[in-house]
């Protein structure tokens, strides 16, 4: 079972930026999609971004052309970067990685508020 960890959250002001960071105890090429979602309080779990094996990358239309998802495959990491944070984007950020199942990282908090 891979081992997700995020890191990267935080307390940002309206307008501001934050970039999230997924490090995988495995090769994230093994992978065939790795994710970010996040969780605000009361309310389900929902898509942000995905990233495939091949490159490909979509976005949910919340984050379209404010959020960015990368990898470094040297580093088994895969990157979140956030800007122009609104206080909608409040939530948990979890990691995934599919492949025949998925896998959960813990998350991370992420606040926007001024």
């Known amino acids: 079972q891979v081992q997700l960890v995020e890191s990267g959250g935080g307390l940002v002001q309206p307008g501001g930026s934050l970039r999230l960071s997924c490090v995988a105890s495995?090769?994230?090429?093994?992978?065939?999609?790795m994710g970010w979602y996040r969780q605000a309080p009361g309310k389900q779990r929902d898509w942000v971004a995905t990233?495939?094996?091949?490159?490909?990358?979509n976005y949910a239309d919340s984050v379209k052309g404010r959020f960015t998802i990368s990898r470094d495959n040297a580093k088994n990491t895969v990157y979140l970067q956030m800007n122009s944070l609104r206080p909608e984007d409040t939530a948990v950020y979890y990691c995934?990685?599919?492949?025949?199942?998925?896998?959960w990282g813990r998350g991370t908090q992420v606040t926007v508020s001024s």
């Open positions: 995934a990685a599919m492949r025949v199942g998925v896998s």
């Open positions: 495995e090769s994230i090429l093994s992978f065939n999609i």
């Open positions: 990233l495939t094996r091949d490159g490909s990358t």
